[in-house]
């Protein structure tokens, strides 16, 4: 919605007026800048086309904005140079015509029975005879509105529309504020390069040749377009780099092109303005998952790891995400004294490149702090290394995937005393319990709920979590299925056992739910006994803080969520619960 408002804004006062295409006149040295026309009825008969002395210039957008529209204009002026004059036409008056200008500003009142409009393609005005009336229009063409500073909204204003646009990811339309004029140009390209990904591109073509396709590098090819707009390069906050995690079984693990690419040692220190860098891994959704792990740090090319170590030194960075890479060394960490948010997935904690002077240095602060699966064993201890670089006792935001939750959550709790929003990421882990399509509990969850006692101060708690569906003869008979819930109501009454202070901080409980295509209907009234209880029972009598859980429904088709809100709704009832809020997407 406010997307559309904002385009809405954008066509209406802005758009349009900008991408004009000619000029109404015939004259061409009347192009050099806009013209006011007053049309008035106070003047003599005799006096049909006059002019008075020519006013200040007047810029675009000037004042208040009431429409925008194309008309033409020639048959006032024909080939008088009239521009930024004030031209008075005689009563009775009236012309609407089609053309490539556009009036900028409208205003005016008309006497009882008189009349102007504005519309869509023409502009009409139809003074009565003995009322006293004008109408001021502004009409500008191309040439001045590519000449001159634009004067109209404040670019405050028009940065905060097209924020709007960018938030809610309207690309199209940026694109077509792009081409609006060199104005637009600026501000809409300063969003749409904000973030930039490099994808992990595989060339397949038959046609293309063996080394070419070998040796593709995409930061090579953002390089050449940098060349031609070098400007762009300091738009860009956000850059991604896409790294798959690899099959650890492989005798020789597929190749990526940062292996042996030199583009990316030229590229990053021309992003002069990057806040967030990302080596992004990306886990294959299957069975075999944890046979799967991030690049060792120590197969790129070494230009790429001094590039990298060299953009951690910047003031400017205040995002790192190393997902991608395994055994990434802590002390190359030291030098990210701005980085606020980080995210790994494994830290190499190299004794031989350990500088005693480091350790009596002020620890940087962290914000958020996220541990990807494969570093959750030995998060522990690398954080308790003199190497260390950061303090975890103001962190607002942990998010953990933890591999075993009394290794990592139970351990590193102690450090992060005044942690306000926890996030767990359970993925493959065995926190699921099964049953049977009669609802006849079959085997319970493998990983126990981790200990929260020492989070003293937690206002939210997120959980990642997901159903399963197991079908046999042909998927049309359901043999067992797979929920959450219960190991999720389970790990809320362990701080209740174990007199958690978080049960009287907690405010938000947010649930991310994945369920399966499709997924059979007739399990719904399964999944919320659970719920249910959570809501119902389990939250307001221990919880007294808690105001808010969101139900985040993923992969569900629409009827299947219809149906579990209508399941909510009968547990839910006239019993005092807490209140739920739903999402969905796909």
């Known amino acids: 919605m406010k997307a559309k408002i904002a385009l809405s804004i954008l066509l209406n006062i802005s758009v349009s007026v900008l991408c004009v295409n000619g000029s109404p006149f015939k004259d061409d040295k009347a192009q050099s800048g806009p013209f006011v026309l007053v049309l008035s009825n106070d003047v003599p008969d005799d006096q049909n086309m006059t002019t008075s002395a020519a006013p200040e210039p007047i ?31 005689s009563e009775g008056f009236d012309n609407s015509g089609v053309g490539s200008g556009i009036i900028i500003e409208g205003t005016g009142h008309i006497g009882s029975g008189g009349s102007y409009s504005l519309s869509e393609g023409s502009a009409e005005f139809t003074p009565e005879v003995h009322h006293h009336s004008k109408l001021t229009i502004i009409i500008v063409n191309q040439v001045f ?29 940026l694109r077509s504020c792009s081409l609006a004029s060199r104005l637009f140009c600026t501000l809409a390209q300063s969003h749409l390069f904000r973030d930039i990904t490099l994808y992990e591109t595989y060339i397949r073509s038959r046609t293309v040749p063996s080394y070419v396709r070998n040796n593709f590098s995409p930061a090579g090819a953002f390089l050449r377009q940098l ?9 860009i906050h956000g850059l991604t780099v896409q790294c798959n995690w690899v099959y650890m079984a492989s005798a020789i693990p597929p190749s990526h092109w940062l292996d042996t690419d030199t583009s990316m040692s030229r590229l990053l220190p021309q992003l002069v303005n990057l806040r967030r860098l990302s080596i992004k891994g990306n886990k294959p959704l299957l069975p075999s998952f944890p046979t799967f792990r991030p690049r060792a740090w120590r197969s790129f090319a070494q230009s790429f790891r001094d590039a990298v170590a060299e953009s951690i030194n910047t003031q400017s960075l205040h995002e790192l995400d190393l997902t991608g890479v395994g055994s990434f ?8 004294k701005e980085i606020k948010r980080l995210h790994v997935a494994h830290l190499f904690v190299d004794q031989n490149t350990f500088d005693t002077s480091d350790v009596h240095t002020k620890l940087h602060q962290l914000e958020m702090f996220h541990i990807d699966e ?77 200990s929260l006692q020492n989070f003293s101060n937690l206002r939210s708690l997120t959980i990642d979590a997901q159903f399963t569906v197991r079908t046999f003869h042909h998927r049309s008979l359901v043999d067992y299925f797979t929920t959450p819930v219960r190991w999720i109501r389970d790990l809320l009454e362990s701080m209740i056992t174990s007199h958690s202070p ?14 399966p295509q499709p997924f059979p209907h007739e399990l719904i ?62």
């Open 502 to 515: 978080s049960t009287g901080t907690l405010q938000e409980i947010n649930l991310n739910l994945s369920f």
């Open 329 to 336: 060394p802590v002390h190359f960490l030291r030098h990210g």
């Open 145 to 173: 509105m590519e000449d001159l500073h634009y004067r109209g909204l404040p670019t405050e204003i028009l940065g905060f529309i097209l924020d709007i646009l960018a938030l809610e990811s309207s690309w199209s339309a």
């Open 59 to 89: 810029g675009p957008m000037q004042g208040s904005v009431s429409n925008s529209s194309a008309v033409n204009a020639t048959d006032i002026f024909g080939t008088h140079n009239n521009t930024g004059k004030h031209l008075n036409v």
């Open 374 to 450: 494969v570093g959750t064993a030995d998060c522990s201890t690398t954080i308790s290394s003199p190497s260390w670089p950061y303090d975890l006792t103001s962190l607002d935001t942990f998010i953990i995937y933890p591999s075993d939750f009394h290794d990592s959550i139970g351990l590193l709790s102690i450090s992060m005393k005044n942690l306000t929003h926890l996030h767990i990421q359970t993925g493959e882990l065995q926190v699921v319990s099964s049953f049977n399509s009669l609802g006849f509990l079959l085997k319970t969850y493998q990983t126990n709920p981790p």
């Open 227 to 235: 060349e031609n707009s070098p400007h762009i390069a300091s738009y």
């Open 525 to 586: 009234r399964l999944v919320d006994i659970s719920l249910g209880f959570i809501v119902v029972h389990l939250l307001p009598n221990n919880f007294p803080a808690v105001r808010s859980f969101k139900l985040h429904i993923i992969h569900l088709d629409h009827s299947g969520y219809q149906a579990l809100k209508k399941e909510a709704a009968q547990w839910q009832g006239t019993q005092s619960g807490v209140p739920i809020f739903w999402e969905i997407s796909e």
